[in-house]
């Protein structure tokens, strides 16, 4: 048996599957595609999660595409957070190319152009569904977690939450957080002293700060009313295939904080929401974090840890998440080790540290014969990548180098135009567009502090009141004791008396 008959027999047998699967393209061996070795992803283990790696240009957001539409086209809902603003284009048809119809007849798959049912969300001022949440359904834990804050400020983030929950004073947004920790070392300090003990004004300095900080990146317009339901992610639409969610995030790429602050919400609200589905045959939902450098970059340790842990939750509620980056090495060790599958686009070895990075990135797939993998990562092209995933039991696939196939549907932009369109057929844009804000902690409790005011301003002009009558009683001269000790008077008895004397 030649060296390509034993290639194409490893690949049939390495990918074959029982159930329901994704076919993302076909195997190349020497650079040559060979036609209908097909390699499949199987559905059943999507929720185990992935990642999506190349240099700038080799095609990762097209197979970030390509698994979008085949997944929705499987009935699997799909979140995609776009922020290069080029994935808009998946809810229209492919126009179809020479090229594309050259690649799939290599790959032994039939094209076919068509859109997918799209709905657009926005975390910024940008058109679409706004994302928001609400600072009560973030939770100590998490706010505390995102503001990297130490074990003794932490500790008065749960004092403040206590205090509401008490009081009934509802934190929806950052200004009533703000409110509640001014109170608790002006107004309100003794009041907080006797129940919980006391604060100190160094400590809730340091949070106020931090909360600023969240604010400038424009968290502001993320911690409102009303919040989105993580149930309105997983819809269907009437020919049976799942929604494509797509958040714009084209302005927020500078502002790493509030991106992180949006995703572990997300991910917490859909961890604590969604049933456990266990080891089921197909994911509910499929989240695509691109440019997840961002996420990584700036987290601190106590956020990676907890990145870390739902990661590893989140799988048995039925949630694959998939990492977009440009390199293996941005996502940490601890969260690649959960990766099931990967595919791998081209790296490029300009420096020594390129060449070490390709060293290690070579290591982390399965061994082959077939391939020399730190030099293939090096001549793959465009739309070529390494892939590795699991089977059915949940075993490494054979690594093979593939001939990715192309999407469906556009691989460009929507107009103007076609954005409003988009919008226009949206269920959701009604139901969570509408500014809310309803009296929340930041008005009770300057509504408070309004009436404590009034009230002590009353107490002192009655006590100003009553001393200034006090001293008037007490300057004002009895009438009787005016007259018994006016000179007149004691001239006249001392006149009478001179007289009895005589």
């Given at each position: 048996?030649?060296n390509?008959?034993q290639?194409i027999e490893?690949i049939e047998?390495g990918y074959?599957t029982?159930?329901?699967?994704i076919?993302?393209?076909a195997?190349?061996?020497d650079g040559e595609?060979m036609?209908?070795a097909?390699?499949?992803?199987?559905?059943?283990?999507?929720n185990?999660?992935g990642?999506i790696?190349?240099?700038?240009g080799?095609g990762?957001?097209?197979?970030?595409?390509v698994l979008?539409?085949n997944?929705?086209?499987?009935g699997?809902?799909?979140l995609?957070?776009?922020?290069?603003g080029d994935?808009s284009g998946?809810a229209?048809p492919?126009?179809g190319?020479?090229?594309?119809?050259?690649r799939?007849?290599?790959?032994?798959?039939?094209?076919?152009a068509?859109?997918?049912p799209v709905e657009?969300l926005s975390?910024?001022?940008q058109?679409g569904?706004?994302?928001?949440?609400?600072v009560?359904?973030?939770g100590p834990v998490?706010l505390?977690?995102?503001l990297?804050?130490?074990?003794?400020q932490?500790?008065?983030?749960?004092v403040?939450?206590k205090?509401?929950d008490?009081?009934?004073l509802p934190l929806l947004?950052?200004?009533d957080?703000k409110?509640?920790l001014q109170?608790?070392?002006g107004?309100g300090?003794?009041e907080?002293?006797k129940?919980y003990?006391?604060?100190?004004t160094s400590s809730?300095?340091?949070?106020?700060?931090?909360i600023?900080?969240?604010?400038q990146?424009?968290?502001?317009l993320?911690f409102?009313e009303?919040?989105f339901?993580?149930d309105d992610?997983?819809r269907?639409?009437?020919?049976g295939?799942?929604?494509?969610?797509?958040i714009r995030l084209t302005?927020?790429?500078?502002r790493p904080?509030?991106?992180?602050?949006?995703m572990?919400?997300?991910l917490?609200?859909?961890y604590?929401?969604?049933p456990?589905?266990?080891?089921s045959e197909?994911?509910e939902?499929v989240l695509?974090?691109?440019?997840?450098h961002l996420?990584?970059?700036n987290?601190?340790?106590?956020?990676?840890?907890q990145?870390?842990?739902?990661?590893?939750?989140i799988?048995?509620?039925?949630?694959?998440?998939y990492?977009?980056t440009?390199n293996?090495?941005?996502?940490?060790?601890d969260v690649l080790?959960?990766?099931g599958l990967k595919i791998?686009?081209?790296?490029r070895?300009?420096?020594a540290k390129?060449?070490k990075?390709?060293?290690?990135t070579?290591?982390?797939?399965?061994?082959?014969?077939?391939y020399d993998?730190?030099e293939?990562l090096?001549s793959?092209?465009t739309g070529e990548?390494?892939?590795s995933a699991?089977?059915?039991k949940g075993?490494?696939?054979p690594?093979?180098?593939?001939?990715?196939?192309?999407?469906m549907s556009?691989?460009?932009?929507?107009?103007?135009?076609?954005i409003?369109?988009?919008?226009d057929n949206?269920?959701?844009?009604?139901?969570?567009?509408?500014?809310i804000?309803?009296?929340s902690a930041?008005e009770?409790?300057?509504e408070?502090?309004?009436?404590?005011?009034?009230e002590?301003?009353k107490?002192?002009?009655?006590k100003?009141t009553?001393?200034s009558?006090?001293?008037?009683?007490?300057?004002r001269?009895n009438p009787?004791?005016?007259?018994?000790?006016?000179?007149?008077?004691?001239r006249?008895?001392?006149?009478?008396?001179?007289?009895v004397i005589r």
């Amino acid at each position: 048996m030649g060296n390509k008959e034993q290639f194409i027999e490893h690949i049939e047998q390495g990918y074959a599957t029982k159930g329901d699967y994704i076919t993302v393209g076909a195997g190349m061996l020497d650079g040559e595609t060979m036609t209908n070795a097909f390699i499949k992803i199987p559905l059943k283990t999507m929720n185990r999660h992935g990642l999506i790696a190349g240099a700038t240009g080799t095609g990762k957001t097209k197979t970030l595409q390509v698994l979008a539409e085949n997944l929705s086209d499987k009935g699997i809902p799909v979140l995609l957070m776009d922020l290069k603003g080029d994935l808009s284009g998946i809810a229209k048809p492919s126009p179809g190319h020479p090229k594309i119809d050259e690649r799939h007849a290599k790959i032994g798959l039939p094209f076919e152009a068509k859109g997918f049912p799209v709905e657009i969300l926005s975390l910024s001022e940008q058109n679409g569904v706004r994302l928001r949440a609400t600072v009560s359904e973030f939770g100590p834990v998490l706010l505390s977690r995102i503001l990297d804050l130490s074990v003794t400020q932490e500790g008065i983030v749960a004092v403040v939450f206590k205090y509401c929950d008490d009081n009934k004073l509802p934190l929806l947004d950052l200004k009533d957080f703000k409110k509640v920790l001014q109170y608790a070392t002006g107004e309100g300090k003794e009041e907080f002293q006797k129940a919980y003990g006391r604060i100190s004004t160094s400590s809730t300095g340091t949070i106020l700060r931090k909360i600023i900080e969240l604010e400038q990146q424009g968290a502001d317009l993320f911690f409102r009313e009303k919040s989105f339901d993580v149930d309105d992610l997983v819809r269907i639409d009437d020919n049976g295939r799942g929604y494509i969610n797509i958040i714009r995030l084209t302005d927020i790429q500078d502002r790493p904080k509030l991106f992180s602050t949006f995703m572990l919400s997300l991910l917490a609200e859909i961890y604590s929401t969604f049933p456990e589905q266990g080891d089921s045959e197909r994911p509910e939902l499929v989240l695509f974090i691109d440019e997840a450098h961002l996420i990584f970059d700036n987290a601190s340790k106590a956020l990676l840890d907890q990145i870390e842990s739902i990661v590893k939750l989140i799988r048995s509620k039925g949630i694959g998440l998939y990492f977009v980056t440009q390199n293996p090495t941005d996502v940490p060790d601890d969260v690649l080790a959960q990766l099931g599958l990967k595919i791998q686009h081209a790296l490029r070895a300009f420096t020594a540290k390129d060449r070490k990075a390709i060293k290690l990135t070579a290591q982390n797939y399965p061994i082959t014969e077939f391939y020399d993998t730190a030099e293939v990562l090096t001549s793959l092209g465009t739309g070529e990548a390494l892939v590795s995933a699991l089977d059915e039991k949940g075993r490494p696939t054979p690594l093979a180098a593939t001939m990715m196939r192309a999407p469906m549907s556009r691989m460009d932009i929507l107009t103007d135009g076609e954005i409003e369109e988009v919008l226009d057929n949206s269920k959701l844009i009604k139901k969570y567009n509408e500014e809310i804000d309803r009296e929340s902690a930041y008005e009770i409790l300057t509504e408070k502090i309004e009436r404590a005011e009034k009230e002590a301003e009353k107490e002192k002009e009655i006590k100003t009141t009553t001393r200034s009558s006090t001293s008037r009683r007490s300057t004002r001269m009895n009438p009787v004791v005016k007259v018994l000790t006016s000179a007149t008077f004691i001239r006249g008895v001392l006149g009478v008396l001179k007289k009895v004397i005589r």
